[in-house]
Structure formats: structure tokens, C-alpha cells
């Protein structure tokens, strides 16, 4: 079983849509869980940063973890065509090395 | 300048060239790291820094070689690389290496092998 599985899409939506992305993990001692968004030939650009269990607001995006279940999601309301980029999420936690697990990525086109 | 800066951002090489891979980070930050991300693939760690020293080695291949002067400089050494290599090399920086700290990302090194 993979460390980190996330669906690597694409999904495309239409703008105003919500955009709903995953991941599930195996790990239970991951502690930090992160959002990263990539714009193509750009590197990944820290989105949302969360700790433990809970959900975190910040403007149109969210960013739900839920340990219990080693699942964690973003959510991306009032989508725009600057949304359309590839949303990695990343976790890490347990080693004290700082260690990223990330997902392959998701790829999101939202069209105007 | 601000943030993570790598350089060159695209290189093409041949298998017996030798190049080296620059990073740069104005965040004052003590950790640094070096990923490999391909295509369809999750990113890879391949190197970690703190304050200049290396703490992991991802069983990397002896043809990469990493090197921190200080602690917002590293560099990455190409040599006898394999056409498996092509991809992007990310470097990353963070205020340590505990685990609580969120890694920023340069734009990254387009590699390819001929």
C-alpha cells in the first residue's frame, strides 16, 4: 500500500463550481498535513498548512484532516480560471526529520 | 531577490557530462533539501541539510552529489547520468528540519538526458 494515494485526475469544473480534492493515507503517525498548488513549470507553492484533526478556512479554500479515518480534503469554493494548476498534498510527522510524504498530485482545469 | 531561487531552469546534458545544479534561499532558513519529481510520480526526497550538514541520504546514486556551503546555498553535482534521470530536480528550504516546519519550493531545474 502506497504511503500517501491521491487521485491524479484531471477534474475539470466549470468557474464558480466547487472544487473537491483527497487524499487517504496509511500512516497514523502523520501529524502536519499540507496543500501545495503547482502551476505548470513553477514549483509547488505552500497553500494550506494543518495540524492534526480539523478543519482550517482560509479565504475560498479549506482544508479538512480527519486522522480517524487517515483521510484529508481541500475544498476550493467559487472556483476561477487561476484555480487550474495540480494540488499536491503532503503530510509528515512521527520521525522528527521533517520528512514530506507527498500524493502524485491532482490535476485541476476550471473553465471559464 | 526572495524566496527559493534555482538555477539553470531548464539544462540539457549528455550522459558524460558534468553540471552542477544551484539553489539559493533568502528566507533564512537552516534546512534545506533536494527532490526529484517525474512525471506521474509522487516527489521524491533525495537529500537533506541542516545547518550545512547532511542528515539524509534517500539511498541516492553515488552520480549525484550534493554540497551546502552555508546554510542558503546548495548545490547539486551531475555526473554519468542515466536518460532515467530526466526530470525535475526541486529544491526546498524550511526553517529547521523538525517536523513542524513547512517547506517552501523554488521553481525548480528542468533536467534532460540525451
Known amino acids: 500500500q502506497k504511503e500517501v494515494e491521491q487521485d491524479p485526475g484531471p477534474l475539470s469544473v466549470p468557474e464558480g463550481a466547487i472544487v473537491s480534492l483527497n487524499c487517504t493515507y496509511s500512516?497514523?503517525?502523520?501529524?502536519?498535513f499540507m496543500w501545495y498548488r503547482q502551476y505548470s513549470r513553477k514549483g509547488p507553492e505552500l497553500l494550506m498548512y494543518?495540524?492534526?484533526?480539523g478543519n482550517k478556512e482560509d479565504g475560498r479554500f479549506t482544508a479538512q484532516v480527519d486522522k480517524s479515518s487517515k483521510y484529508i480534503s481541500l475544498f476550493i469554493r467559487d472556483s476561477q480560471p487561476s484555480d487550474s494548476a495540480t494540488y499536491l498534498c503532503?503530510?509528515?510527522?512521527?520521525?522528527?526529520?521533517?520528512?514530506?510524504?507527498f500524493g502524485k498530485g491532482n490535476q485541476v482545469v476550471v473553465i471559464p | 531577490e526572495t524566496g527559493v531561487t534555482q538555477t539553470p531552469r531548464h539544462l540539457v546534458m549528455g550522459m558524460t557530462n558534468k553540471k552542477s545544479l544551484k539553489c539559493e534561499q533568502h528566507?533564512?532558513?537552516?534546512?534545506m533539501y533536494w527532490y526529484k519529481q517525474s512525471a506521474k510520480k509522487p516527489l521524491e526526497l533525495m537529500f537533506v541539510?541542516?545547518?550545512?550538514?547532511?542528515?539524509e541520504n534517500n539511498s541516492v546514486p553515488s552520480r549525484f552529489s550534493p554540497e551546502c556551503p552555508n546554510s542558503s546555498h546548495l548545490f547539486l553535482h551531475l555526473h554519468t547520468l542515466q536518460p532515467e534521470d530526466s526530470a525535475l530536480y526541486l529544491c526546498?528550504?524550511?526553517?529547521?528540519?523538525?517536523?513542524?516546519?513547512?517547506?517552501?519550493f523554488g521553481d525548480g531545474t528542468r533536467l534532460s538526458i540525451l
Open positions: 526546498a528550504s524550511s526553517q529547521s528540519s523538525g517536523d513542524n516546519q513547512p517547506q517552501h
Open positions: 500512516n497514523s503517525a502523520f501529524q502536519y
Open positions: 494543518t495540524y492534526s484533526s
Open positions: 503532503a503530510m509528515s510527522g512521527g520521525d522528527g526529520n521533517n520528512r514530506l510524504a
Open positions: 528566507l533564512g532558513h537552516n534546512a
Open positions: 541539510y541542516n545547518f550545512k550538514e547532511q542528515t
